[in-house]
């Protein structure tokens, strides 16, 4: 589950990256967009870390 975890987060890089190379030809909207896309990783990493897919066990 932690590899899982980890190659969601790793995806996430791969999709941002081609993002901030053409940040400023983009605009607001994207901008917009980019943090909605942020938002919902960030709350799929909490859900994990209190499901406790994070722990070694």
Do not use: Q
């Amino acid at each position: 589950m932690f590899a899982l975890v980890f190659v969601i987060f790793d995806v996430e890089t791969v999709f941002l990256y081609p993002w901030a190379v053409v940040f400023h030809n983009l605009g607001l909207l994207a901008f917009i967009e980019a943090l909605i896309f942020i938002s919902i990783l960030v709350i799929a990493l909490v859900y994990a870390w209190r499901k406790g897919a994070l722990e070694w066990s």
